[in-house]
């Protein structure tokens, strides 16, 4: 069945329907993983976009019931060049049923370099899916019409209903045995849109995690008397996130902080800064960082479209992390109160494990009780 994207620019592109039947729209963004095309799938932080891969060939290794970031697709559609048979001993299922099975239209067979190239030079745009008929100049009305990220409350519908214990580590489903270090520790997890993946390394540390919906206010997260608070993922402009700003300007101060991806972007707000939108964001495992303190550089998995704008932050913090492709912050630490943050993904193990450390430095942090030692002023990009 022939299906066409729309861009709201008036470009369109022409290809073959995958996955359901249908029409959708969203804001069109590109990912250069070379795989985990499930973990993107299900990634929260997705949620509200159609996904185009560059990679051309997409579904080798099948889908499976391990690699899920969440308990549901949350891209709002799949861009593919060309979707194939899975041939992989992991493999339950093919990604072109499972994308029908969630609902999920999507498109393959056009020439996604050129889209990419396209959203590349111009920056994201608004695009329609449609598989239903519809004519391209309908299309092209429907992502024109369609609401933009910064209208829209994102976080709420990936966030967690109520509160709940989360046991499950990596180590437990690799048949590892379980972890002792943080056994004494309590950590309150604020959902903005979690990754599993983020929550086992967090529990292979040992740490006894809540897990709490992203509205919970800070009086309800202090009276579960946490020994850390973690922040999470999630999807859309972390400006629009005014209850949950205020909330973490709350908990500065009060208990140790850890941040990542919309965590830091909230973070960054709650203590004065600001954020600005990439042009065509951060999307793909190969993501050279540099850590400012000790010069190393971590090969990391990054997927977010928003930044934290370095000009706008207070003297308190420092630039712990910096991207070696256009020098924007990719972590800070604050000088006077356990508070640290990353906008990269250190559970998403590219490097494989280059920054597995940051779980064990919120231990440490959560043990000594103030600020991370040693932390130099940042070098510029």
Not at 59 to 74: A, I
Not at 149 to 167: F, H, I, T
């Amino acid at each position: 069945m022939e299906a066409i994207l729309a861009l709201e620019d008036g470009r369109v592109f022409r290809g073959k329907s995958l996955g359901a039947v249908g029409e959708i729209t969203g804001e069109v963004v590109f990912n250069t993983g070379m795989t985990g095309y499930q973990e993107i799938l299900t990634d929260p932080s997705y949620r509200g976009q159609i996904v185009t891969m560059t990679v051309p060939h997409v579904g080798n290794t099948g889908v499976n019931e391990l690699d899920p970031e969440s308990g549901r697709v949350q891209a709002a559609g799949f861009v593919v060049r060309e979707s194939g048979r899975s041939s992989s001993w992991r493999a339950i299922g093919e990604l072109q049923h499972y994308l029908k099975n969630h609902g999920v239209v999507g498109i393959e067979g056009l020439d996604t370099r050129a889209l990419t190239r396209h959203l590349r030079d111009g920056g994201v745009l608004r695009g329609c899916i449609s598989s239903n008929g519809k004519s391209a100049e309908a299309a092209v009305k429907a992502a024109q019409l369609s609401p933009r990220p910064e209208e829209q409350d994102l976080v709420g519908p990936v966030s967690c209903a109520r509160p709940y214990v989360w046991r499950e580590g990596r180590s437990g489903l690799m048949g590892e045995s379980p972890p002792t270090r943080g056994g004494a520790y309590h950590v309150v997890v604020f959902d903005y849109g979690v990754k599993r993946n983020i929550l086992r390394l967090l529990a292979d540390t040992g740490l006894k995690l809540t897990v709490v919906p992203a509205g919970t206010s800070a009086a309800d997260a202090l009276a579960l008397r946490p020994d850390g608070i973690f922040l999470s993922n999630g999807p859309g402009d972390p400006a629009v996130c005014s209850p949950q700003i205020e909330t973490i300007k709350a908990l500065i101060g009060r208990v140790p902080i850890f941040g990542i991806c919309l965590g830091i972007q909230l973070l960054a707000h709650a203590l004065g800064g600001a954020t600005f939108k990439l042009k065509f964001g951060h999307r793909g495992i190969n993501h050279p960082v540099r850590d400012e303190q000790t010069g190393k550089i971590e090969i990391t998995s990054q997927n977010h479209g928003y930044a934290v704008e370095e000009s706008s932050l207070p003297h308190e913090l420092v630039v712990t992390h910096r991207s070696l492709y256009d020098g924007t912050v990719e972590g800070f630490a604050h000088r006077d109160v356990p508070l640290f943050a990353v906008q990269f993904h250190p559970e998403a193990a590219p490097g494989p494990h280059d920054s597995w450390h940051l779980f064990d430095r919120f231990i440490d942090l959560i043990a000594e009780g103030r600020p991370l030692p040693g932390l130099a002023r940042a070098r510029t990009a």
